[in-house]
């Protein structure tokens, strides 16, 4: 077998000693051969080590010739005989490795020898600086932790693929250090939403998966069986309903940040399992609610970015409060000039929307109407920090009634660069309105709307028992991510994206 010459890289630099016929795993599987041979086992159980590849390089003035344990992934090779250089890529950073074979048993250095790029190797030694002054580890043993059997991606022409990225996420992670970034980031943040609930007297809690009754958001929900007791189950769409009955059972604070799965399409803004954070609060009504959800992201903006302000996909964002308030009617007449306060007849409604290029059924009320014209006009002109609110109640089944305009709901959606970002209300608590609603859906199902909610006795049931007045909010974790680490893609935040079945 050739030695190694020249500069082997897993960044699209040559890679010498690899054979021309591009048979790479058959290569290496006789390198693992000849590790075998040698009595060196490729695949370690553990190894101690005593320092990241960053703290090496960031606290070097008091680590110089001091003895230290390194460890993992050959990302570069320099072979010239009897010294060889590589550097290794850690969670942290990346380390220059200096080997002679003078101080090497004679094995370690033949473990180095026939290292791939892509295997992991444990590295003692001491801290030093090269002469061209880059801080190393000079290597005085070495063991080989897991040998690589395929070779890396070369980064620039190997790696290109959207879709190899998201199915092969681990290549992505190796190969680009800022997607681990992204999800560092997204850790961060999942971290610093508890904090800030935790504080406030917020209780986490976990609800079923698995539910006997999909409810809580207009969607279609995944089905599966369940064997032993020979039933149909869905997977949650929402979280809201078992939060609720929490409130109902004596909890005033409670929160989860949980995955939900909806059975609808995919693009940049969904993916059908996604994550989702719920809290409710007793007492508190949707103006509380909306106030809350201000001091939140405006916290974890700050704590994330350094300010309020931030850039997404070259748009400025400003998370200073207060943020702006509008009523959905307000905001279809500001931005198509339909007035639906004074458009009162149902058929002239869908009249003005046709005329808008919309596809209409025909037996749409006007605040059906009312909702399309502003999904299809509206959200997309919202790019700043956005409260709407003034729902109808034939889109908000789950939420209160406006005292004054009954029509409508205590609710408001959060848009943030034209997407939905949140979505809360004032609770309805009334058993009796909460039946009629979901009766009401249940007329939408009859008509062919999958996506309408499904009756839930038991709910009705707790309500019955009494809920306290109730501010209640869901807040898309994913989209708030992409936010925040300038993604313009969801399957840029998810690390396994949802992703259809071929050939890797």
């Not at 680590?63 to 590589?86: P, T, Y």
């Not at 063991?143 to 092969?168: C, I, N, W």
């Not at 999909?214 to 279609?220: K, V």
């Amino acid at each position: 077998m050739a030695d190694h010459m020249g500069m082997e890289t897993a960044d699209g630099a040559k890679q010498t000693g690899e054979p021309a016929g591009n048979d790479y795993f058959g290569i290496r599987l006789e390198k693992l051969k000849r590790l075998e041979e040698l009595g060196v086992e490729a695949y370690a159980e553990r190894f101690e080590r005593t320092h990241g590849a960053d703290e090496i390089v960031a606290g070097f003035e008091a680590l110089e010739e001091q003895d230290v344990s390194v460890a993992g992934r050959i990302m570069s090779k320099r072979d010239s005989g009897k010294v060889v250089f590589a550097h290794i890529q850690d969670a942290s950073g990346r380390l220059q490795i200096y080997a002679r074979k003078d101080d090497l048993a004679e094995t370690d250095f033949a473990v180095l020898k026939l290292a791939d790029i892509g295997d992991y190797i444990g590295v003692a030694g001491k801290v030093f600086r090269t002469r061209m002054g880059e801080v190393s580890v000079r290597s005085l043993s070495l063991v080989m932790l897991a040998k690589s059997l395929r070779p890396l991606p070369e980064k620039f022409h190997g790696l290109t693929d959207v879709e190899t990225r998201y199915r092969q996420r681990y290549l992505d992670l190796m190969m680009n250090p800022e997607v681990r970034q992204t999800f560092m980031t997204r850790s961060k943040v999942i971290r610093l939403i508890r904090l800030y609930l935790e504080e406030r007297g917020f209780v986490e809690v976990e609800t079923p998966t698995l539910m006997g009754i999909p409810s809580g958001a207009a969607a279609r929900p995944f089905v599966t069986h369940h064997n032993a007791l020979d039933m149909d189950l869905f997977l949650r769409i929402a979280l809201e309903l078992p939060l609720k009955r929490l409130i109902v059972g004596g909890f005033e604070k409670v929160f989860e940040i949980g995955r939900i799965f909806r059975n609808e399409g995919i693009s940049i803004k969904h993916n059908p399992e996604f994550t989702m954070m719920e809290w409710y609060e007793a007492y508190a009504d949707y103006i509380q609610t909306m106030e809350r959800l201000e001091g939140l992201l405006a916290f974890v903006v700050r704590e994330v970015c350094g300010s309020e302000r931030l850039v997404y996909q070259g748009e400025s964002l400003d998370f200073a409060r207060p943020w702006r308030r509008v009523t959905m009617i307000d905001a279809v007449r500001e931005y198509t000039g339909l007035d639906f306060e004074v458009m009162t007849d149902d058929g002239a409604a869908r009249d003005a929307a046709r005329a808008k290029g919309l596809e209409i059924n025909g037996d749409e009320s006007r605040w059906m109407v009312l909702n399309l014209v502003f999904e299809a006009f509206v959200e997309e002109k919202l790019i700043q920090p956005t409260f709407v609110i003034g729902h109808p109640v034939e889109i908000s089944p789950l939420a209160r009634r406006n005292a004054e305009r009954p029509e409508l709901t205590n609710r408001f959606e959060l848009f943030i660069y034209g997407r939905e970002m949140a979505n809360a209300f004032s609770e309805l608590n009334n058993p009796l309105d909460q039946r009629r609603r979901f009766e009401e859906q249940g007329l939408q199902r009859a008509k062919g709307d999958d996506e309408a909610h499904m009756m839930d006795e038991d709910f009705v049931q707790a309500l019955e028992y009494g809920l306290p007045p109730t501010g209640g909010l869901g807040l898309g974790i994913d989209r708030l991510v992409m936010l925040l680490t300038d993604s313009p893609s969801i399957r840029d935040v998810i690390l396994f994206p949802t992703m259809r079945q071929g050939d890797k």
